[in-house]
């Protein structure tokens, strides 16, 4: 997909739709047609200090705890939700369903003010997160790679090394393009924008250029 300058809104570089069956599966949801979080996946397994304490099996997991990941529960309930749902209304368009998203999806690092994040976005997925918010600017030792940042926060694929591997676009749709070979019946979308100043932007319009060119040039 390539995409040019004069065609952005300065932030907003595109929306992507990647999926390996048709877009007929993007009518999605659990296997009795409704996403809904609910008292049975939740589940009241917190002792002691309450869900910010020790909550193993919870549906959600404390998101800012240190080994935060996604429940079996939640896993199993949601697994091929998109399949699943289209198997019940197959005639059902994509305007009509709710969407699973994440805001700043790959930000886990950086401080309570610019994490947004507990789960990486290989453990988003697999708990049934279809819509993904990545931020992206240049990535600053490789010439032709995009790094995911929060503000001024680059992210790193590891959140609590940040001297080791930088969270890239690459690494993101390798994991996303995994998904999609092991889950057919799933579809991904993802909005991806350039993580910078609207009036930087105006005033030095060579940086989104940098920032295109790199997109367009990165490839599975």
Known sequence: MKIKNNRLMFAYIAIIML??????????????GVFQYNDELEGDFCSGSGCYGDCTNSYMENSF???SYPSNTLINNVRGWMGKLIQIKPDITIDKISIPGT????????GSFVETQG?????????GIRFFDIRLKPHPDNTNELVVYHGVFPQYVNPDCLVCEYLTFTQILEWMTDFLV???????????????K??????DP???DEFVRRFNNIYL
């Open 19 to 32: 999926s390996l069956t048709g877009s007929n599966i993007l009518e999605a949801q659990q296997s009795n």
């Open 65 to 67: 705890a240190e080994d």
């Open 103 to 110: 805001h700043d999806s790959g930000a886990r690092n950086g």
């Open 119 to 127: 789960w990486s976005i290989e453990q988003q997925l697999a708990a």
């Open 182 to 196: 092991a889950n057919p019946t799933e579809a991904i979308i993802m909005e991806v924008k350039y993580e910078g």
């Open 198 to 203: 609207v009036d930087k932007v105006k005033d």
């Open 206 to 208: 060579s940086q989104l």
